[in-house]
T-cell receptor
Framework: DGGITQSPKYLFRKEGQNVTLSCEQN?????MYWYRQDPGQGLRLIYY???????QKGDIAEGYSVSREKKESFPLTVTSAQKNPTAFYLC?????????????FGDGTRLSIL | GNSVTQMEGPVTLSEEAFLTINCTYT??????LFWYVQYPGEGLQLLLK?????DKGSNKGFEATYRKETTSFHLEKGSVQVSDSAVYFC???????????FGKGTRLHILP
């Protein structure tokens, strides 16, 4: 079945460490997105990519980095510069960046700081 | 800028009750509107969408009508079930922007 796979489901980080969250899709979608979800705050866009080797900052990009070397993959690195990284992270994709096209979501990664 | 406001939760109803979750939006253009649902521990799933004024989106007994005159997209269901317990997000997407704007979500509890 086609879909979006995020791994791991749970991730723990020590302070000062970088961690990378994986997102893979087999939907042949051009556009991919990373969101952060905190209780009571909805979803906030971190980064998005419309095409391979290109990506743009979202509303809360500070302390995060991404790469898009393959169409299927859009990993997110949470760096030590992100002071409050504990959150639920959601990856999404869509056919193109088009207002009529819905986004498809993975099941998320919950990141906690030890 | 564009924004979405939806009613705060949690909303608690008994099974078979009528559901309304209010959503209003602010947009300078002509956005597409969406409702997404998130079950515990999962990502978001598209529930329904409407792309122009007076369109009605529907799915799984849920409905929402795109009302340009009141800038609203309220979610309704005539008879809710325990399995409808989840968090519901209203969202909009504007052709002039690359992003989808999400509301803060409304948690729904259905009691048997």
């Amino acid at each position: 079945d086609g879909g979006i796979t995020q791994s791991p489901k749970y991730l723990f980080r020590k302070e000062g460490q970088n961690v990378t969250l994986s997102c893979e899709q087999n939907l042949n979608h051009d556009a991919m997105y990373w969101y952060r979800q905190d209780p009571g705050q909805g979803l906030r866009l971190i980064y998005y990519s419309q095409i391979v080797n290109d990506f743009q900052k979202g509303d809360i990009a500070e302390g995060y980095s991404v790469s898009r070397e393959k169409k299927e993959s859009f990993p997110l690195t949470v760096t030590s510069a992100q002071k409050n990284p504990t959150a639920f992270y959601l990856c999404a994709s869509s056919i193109v960046v088009d207002s009529n096209q819905p986004q498809h979501f993975g099941d998320g990664t919950r990141l906690s700081i030890l | 800028g564009n924004s979405v406001t939806q009613m705060e939760g949690p909303v608690t109803l008994s099974e078979e009750a009528f559901l309304t979750i209010n959503c209003t939006y602010t947009a300078t253009g002509y956005p597409s509107l969406f409702w997404y649902v998130q079950y515990p521990g999962e990502g978001l799933q598209l529930l329904l969408k409407a792309t122009k004024a007076d369109d009605k989106g529907s799915n799984k007994g849920f409905e929402a009508t795109y009302r340009k005159e009141t800038t609203s997209f309220h979610l309704e269901k005539g008879s809710v079930q325990v399995s409808d317990s989840a968090v519901y997000f209203c969202a909009l997407s504007d052709r002039r922007d690359d992003k989808i704007i999400f509301g803060k979500g409304t948690r729904l509890h259905i009691l048997p």
